[in-house]
């Protein structure tokens, strides 16, 4: 009976011990507290970040829901880059450092700050839709993509993207520069029309009645600009986009022109 009673007694405590590890009542304010520390868990949403320019605050890239605040932001060196009141990094000088958060989020920060920029090759020639590998030097070394932007004159032409330029559809020159921080490098980008390309005259009638409007169509490559002109403006001139006026009886050769390529056709203005 001794052994009975001993035998009731610890499996009553056992259910006890049970109740007490699945009653959320009881463990709610651990729940909350832990949810708490959560909430304050800085998440980064990329691994790496490349900054161009000292003494400027930029924001951290943290992923929605987190805060970066500057007591939960460390620098494993503060002389290179360090953590503001607005909980902003702020890079100081060259050099490479980790960020982290007290919850284990971190984010390797690469500082460079071009001396001067040069662009390797400045002059292509392209053929369209063409591509060619490019460097972007600072002090004679190589810049990584992310420390540096494009901007282009002409997209319709050329357009650079990380290390490579790209031609467009469109022949033409274009201007490409690349910067960093306060400093910008610049190259030439020409793209010669394609081999392959022709132009022609679409039009119903090879005649305009006197006081009537021919309007005319050119069959170029898309996204080409084209040029309109008449032989004879006194018998057919040139309005805009293909149409021509008959202002006189007689002939006169219309032509359409397009990236060095030209098409022509004999109109005649009649009554």
């Known amino acids: 009976m001794r052994i009975a ?22 463990e709610a304010p651990e729940l909350a507290e832990g ?10 949403r990329q691994r790496s970040l490349i900054l161009a320019e000292l003494e400027t605050p930029v924001p951290p890239p943290v992923t929605v829901g987190s805060t970066a605040a500057p007591d939960l932001l460390s620098s494993s060196d503060p002389s290179v880059v360090s953590v503001d009141g607005y909980g902003n990094i702020v ?3 060259n050099g490479d450092v980790l960020l982290s958060s007290p919850g284990g989020g971190s984010l390797h920060v690469t500082v460079r700050v071009a001396g001067s920029l040069r662009i390797v090759p400045e002059k292509v020639r392209l053929d369209p839709d063409g591509r060619v590998n490019v460097r972007v030097l600072s002090d004679g070394h190589d810049l990584p993509e992310g420390a540096y932007r494009w901007e ?13 330029v790209r031609a ?8 490409l520069t690349a910067r960093s921080g306060k400093q910008a490098a610049e190259m030439s980008v020409s793209v010669d029309p394609s081999p392959h390309a ?31 002109t ?12 293909g149409a021509f006026y008959g202002r006189a009886r007689g002939s006169a050769e219309i032509c359409v022109s397009t990236s060095g390529r030209k098409a022509c056709r004999l109109m005649r203005v009649i009554r």
């Open 35 to 44: 949810s708490q520390s959560l909430r304050r868990y800085i998440a980064f």
């Open 5 to 26: 009673g001993i035998s009731a007694a610890l499996l009553s405590i056992g259910l006890q011990g049970c109740n007490r590890s699945t009653d959320t009542e009881i």
């Open 198 to 228: 022709r132009i022609h005259i679409v039009s119903t009638s090879a005649t305009v009645k006197l006081g009537g409007i021919a309007q005319l169509r050119a069959d170029a490559p898309t996204g080409s600009p084209v040029e309109w």
């Open 91 to 93: 890079a100081h000088r």
């Open 152 to 164: 282009t004159t002409d997209p319709n032409v050329a357009a650079g993207y990380g290390g490579v």
């Open 230 to 241: 008449s032989s004879n403006a006194e018998v057919l001139q040139s309005l805009r986009d």
């Open 168 to 175: 467009g559809l469109q022949a033409g020159s274009a201007t």
